[in-house]
């Protein structure tokens, strides 16, 4: 069935540093039919290298999901082309896909939806359930390995979703808001899981957030985008050495200058979008904390 | 566990109702509970009873399963290839809203009185809530689910019978349970409107010459059907939708 993605015989590209994700002038829009048709993506150019950690930042609406979509070849954009590897995208185990609204199976148990995913990767039973256990073991989930998503809290769904895309140990990792219904300190333990998780194997991960914050503790670099029509504002690099969590990250004058920084592009993009509840309140005071 | 009880209960009350009524209606239109049950004797007795139980069994399996083994595969596939659906499912809606009955004189004609024809009154009957609703359960797969299995990879096959399947399973056993009720009742109607055999034939019988017990006897069994029947689904129904829990 799948010739070339099972992964070793698919030819890494020669050049060590060109990119693995490539999208040129890349449109998506949706609707139309008798609707209007409203675009979510407008002429994106990206470019992503092996090994780097990307996050997707940016109100509501402009597009983030849509852009991951596009990436693991669940939509095909109606203009530009989307490269990965050099060829087209084909979803398949070597992309895992934490979606935003965690898309558990309800017949299935935890352990029965991790591996799900490991059906097309894993031939034996067996194995597939060894490794269904140790990333359910990786996200604190184990005594609740036989539980039905209907048992579980949105946190605790929510690390289910996260074992089932990283079990397949994909080479690329798109993350939609994973930690979005995470308490404060679930959230912390696993942003420093995922990073633990992602320099063993230094795969190529795109991790949407609206927290400024994690964006900043999380990346190699930050695309910023802006919304209607959906579109790529700015990519900062964050420069803060790594391992990030060896040392206090949100003490250092790069965190804070970041930080401010992006804070303020985002708030003036939601002020300055006549689609926002919050369209012309320029009285409201710039106000930096809090993410 | 309560619940039995309670049962119990209402089912004692409504045959001292019965029995209140039996007293009080002139010229025995209504048997007493005691002369039902002596009928029932007789009638097991007499091996009259298990004649026409299997009589109608027979016909009542035979077209209720037919529909089951057209329905449901027929009706998956119109709610997966969305457009053959789209197409056909006027014409099902325009056949399941006209009154079965409107077939019979046609289908005698066709098929005559026996065995044949009675099936398939039940089958017609039976056929358009199995497939309906295993329409309505296929068409109502999530959107969400399936694109989950199509991004870690999963073939359509996988797709269909992982996600979609399961998925459709509550619709399709509300159209098994709807269409046994109503294939039953097809049973009798067709018993009553070809060759008079079975325990509609019996129904016949017994209210054209009045002997109300014995009428009595067979609405209950007809009853007991029913009841068999859609406890059987139910508990079908439980086993498989066991992630459920037991709020469902
Ligand atoms: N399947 C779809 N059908 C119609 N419109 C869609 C669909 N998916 C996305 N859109 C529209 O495209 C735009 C971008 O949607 P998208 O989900 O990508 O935004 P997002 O940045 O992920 O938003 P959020 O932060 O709220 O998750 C929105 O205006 C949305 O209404
Ligand atoms: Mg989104």
């Given at each position: 069935m799948r010739s070339d993605a099972a992964g070793g015989s698919a030819p890494k590209s020669p050049?060590?540093?060109?990119?693995?994700i490539e999208m040129k002038g890349v449109s998506k829009g949706f609707g139309g039919g008798s609707g209007e048709r409203v675009?979510?993506?407008?002429d994106i150019n990206l470019e992503l290298t092996e090994g780097t950690f990307t996050a997707i930042l940016g109100?509501?609406?402009?597009g983030k999901t849509t852009l991951l979509r596009l990436i693991d070849g669940l939509v095909q954009p109606d203009a530009g082309t989307v490269r990965v590897a050099g060829h087209p995208p084909r979803p398949g185990p070597e992309m895992g896909f934490v979606f935003q609204s965690f898309r558990?199976?309800?017949?299935?148990t935890v352990r029965g939806n991790v591996e799900f995913a490991l059906v097309e990767a894993i031939a034996d039973p067996a194995e597939r359930r060894r490794r269904a256990d140790r990333y359910i073991e990786r996200v604190g989930l184990s005594r609740f390995a036989?539980?039905?998503?209907?048992?579980?809290s949105g946190g605790m769904k929510q690390r289910a979703a996260l074992a089932r895309a990283l079990a397949c140990e994909p080479e690329i990792l798109l993350l939609d808001e994973?930690?979005?219904?995470?308490d404060a300190q679930t959230r912390e333990l696993m942003q420093v899981e995922l990073m633990r998780l992602w320099s063993e194997r230094k795969s190529l991960a795109v991790f949407v957030t609206h927290s400024v914050d994690e964006a900043i503790f999380l990346a190699d670099q930050i695309v910023l985008m802006g919304p209607?029509?959906?579109?790529?504002l700015e990519v900062i690099d964050v420069n803060l050495t790594r391992?990030?969590?060896?040392?206090?990250?949100?003490?250092?004058p790069r965190f804070a200058e970041l930080r401010q920084y992006l804070w303020e592009r985002i708030r003036a993009l939601v002020l300055a979008?006549?689609?926002?509840?919050?369209?012309?309140?320029?009285?409201v005071q710039s106000v930096s904390t809090g993410s | 566990m309560k619940i039995i009880l309670y049962r119990i209960g209402v089912l004692v009350a409504l045959v001292l109702i019965w029995w209140f009524f039996s007293t009080i209606v002139?010229?025995?239109l209504i048997p007493s509970p005691l002369a039902t049950f002596h009928a029932a004797e007789r009638l097991i007795a007499e091996g009259r009873l298990s004649t026409a139980l299997l009589d109608t069994l027979t016909i009542y399996i035979g077209g209720y399963g037919a529909a089951i083994l057209i329905g449901i595969p027929l009706g998956l596939l119109m709610g997966t290839a969305r457009t053959l659906g789209k197409t056909l499912d006027i014409f099902i809606y325009a056949l399941s809203a006209?009154?079965?009955?409107?077939?019979i004189p046609l289908i005698i004609v066709f098929l005559g009185l026996g065995a044949s024809a009675k099936t398939f009154i039940v089958f017609l009957g039976a056929v358009m809530p199995i497939l309906i609703n295993a329409y309505a359960g296929a068409l109502n797969s999530d959107e969400d689910l399936v694109e989950m299995a199509r991004s870690v990879g999963a073939s359509k096959s996988r797709i269909f019978r992982e996600i979609v399947l399961p998925g459709a399973l509550p619709f399709a056993i509300t159209g098994l349970r709807i269409g046994a009720t109503i294939g039953l009742i097809n049973t009798v109607v067709a018993e009553l409107y070809t060759a008079v055999r079975g325990l509609g034939g019996l129904l016949a019988i017994y209210g054209n010459t009045f002997r109300m017990a014995e009428y009595f006897v067979i609405v209950f069994t007809l009853a007991f059907i029913g009841v068999l029947v859609t406890t059987a689904l139910r508990l079908l129904e439980m086993r498989l939708e066991r992630w459920r829990g037991n709020g469902a």
């Open positions: 050049i060590p540093t060109s990119p693995i675009a979510a993506l407008q109100p509501s609406g402009c558990l199976i309800p017949w299935r036989d539980a039905y998503p209907r048992q579980l994973p930690f979005a219904s995470l209607r029509p959906g579109r790529i391992p990030r969590w060896s040392y206090d990250v949100r003490a250092e979008d006549p689609q926002s509840d919050f369209y012309g309140r320029d009285e | 002139e010229r025995q006209t009154p079965r009955v409107a077939f």
